[in-house]
């Protein structure tokens, strides 16, 4: 079992920068992938980006990849998602999620909303 704990949500105005937070216990962190998803209202959830807890390689939606940075803190037990140059389509409910490396996501955050005004 893996637990994740989101923080850091919050309103923001247009070009500014978040940080979220994603903490988590339980099993060896080493063998995941952590990752990043968004939904917005009326809106199907969409990847953000992830990072291989191991080794730090990271990779991102196309729309995300020049504003968004995920990084993680060995020490802490937590990944980030560094957002900048905000714009209101943003606005969303961030989830924190878990993978085993080449298998799907089962554990999920409770998510963080973030809103983004104009």
């Known amino acids: 079992q893996v637990q994740l704990v989101e923080s850091g949500g919050g309103l923001v105005q247009a070009g500014g920068s978040l940080r979220l937070a994603c903490a988590a216990s339980g099993r060896t962190l080493s063998s995941l992938v952590m990752g990043w998803f968004r939904q917005a209202p009326g809106k199907e959830r969409e990847f953000v980006g992830n990072?291989?807890?191991?080794?730090?390689?990271?990779q991102y939606a196309a729309p995300m990849k020049d504003r968004f940075t995920i990084s993680r803190e060995y020490a802490k037990n937590t990944v980030y998602l560094q957002m900048n140059t905000l714009k209101p389509q943003d606005t969303a409910v961030y989830y924190c999620?878990?993978?085993?490396?080449?298998?799907?996501?089962?554990?999920w955050g409770q998510g963080t909303q973030v809103t983004v005004s104009s």
């Open positions: 990072i291989r807890w191991s080794s730090g390689i990271t």
């Open positions: 999620a878990a993978a085993f490396v080449g298998q799907a996501y089962t554990y």
